[in-house]
């Protein structure tokens, strides 16, 4: 008896396939949805933050060295009335809110908040990056599972499974593709964006740490 013979062995791969169908189809609408949430998210973000994001960086960093010598207070004051963005403002004042620290405390604390902050903006990335990578592997795989039946339905004349078939795999692929395309949009957009950022970020943070020190050694 020949329990792995090649027929049972192809019956099961064909079961399998076969289940698949329906999953990979509810996948796929998933990542739609989400790809859809992330476009709309990407578009609140640019109509409500990044038009607030109107900084000179030159004419801040200047405010902050002039303010700085007026205490904790001036350079909170300079920092909410910039064109900075909400989450940028909440890592300089947190900064700024301890200047009895040592300047190796303030540096540690400088550095745990920007990196806190990267890793907040790496995991709104991935989360798109992921869509970009999962869209055209599901689109596949809806491509071809609709494929087996089609092609058995061809060899026994049954042209309406064979097009029902047929039209599943394009949209699957259509859907896919689609999904994977805007999604990684989404991703280039936002790295440019929080690159910028992080820069932004970075520089201020070492222009406070460095006012702060001066103002700790002065006294």
């Known amino acids: 008896m020949h329990i792995f013979s090649t027929s049972n062995l192809n ?16 996948v796929l609408i998933l990542i739609m949805a989400a790809t859809l949430v992330l476009l709309g998210s990407l578009l609140v973000e640019i109509f409500t933050e990044r038009r607030q994001l109107k900084v000179s960086m030159p004419r801040l960093v200047d405010q902050l060295r002039t303010t700085g010598r007026n205490g904790e207070k001036a350079m909170t004051e300079a920092i909410t009335s910039s064109g900075l963005l909400r989450r940028q403002k909440a890592v300089l004042t ?24 990267q890793s907040r ?5 991935k989360l798109s990056d992921l869509l970009a990578k999962l869209g055209p592997i599901f689109g596949l795989l809806g491509t071809l599972i609709p494929l087996g039946p089609g092609i058995i339905a061809l060899g026994q004349g049954d042209t309406y499974t064979l097009s ?4 599943t795999a394009f949209d699957t692929t259509v859907a896919g593709l689609i999904s994977a395309a805007v999604a990684m949009v989404i991703s280039s ?26 103002h700790a050694a002065r006294e």
């Not at 947190?94 to 902050?117: F, G």
């Open 11 to 26: 019956g099961v791969l064909r079961a399998v396939s076969s289940g698949l169908r329906y999953p990979v189809i509810i």
């Open 94 to 117: 947190e900064l700024i809110r301890h200047p009895d620290l040592t300047a190796e405390m303030r540096q540690a604390l400088a550095d745990r908040l920007v990196e806190e902050e």
């Open 121 to 125: 903006l790496e995991r709104i990335v």
């Open 164 to 167: 029902q078939s047929l039209l």
């Open 189 to 214: 957009v936002r790295k440019g964006w929080y690159a910028n950022y992080m820069s932004i970020l970075e520089t201020l943070a070492d222009c406070v740490l460095e006012v702060e020190n001066d």
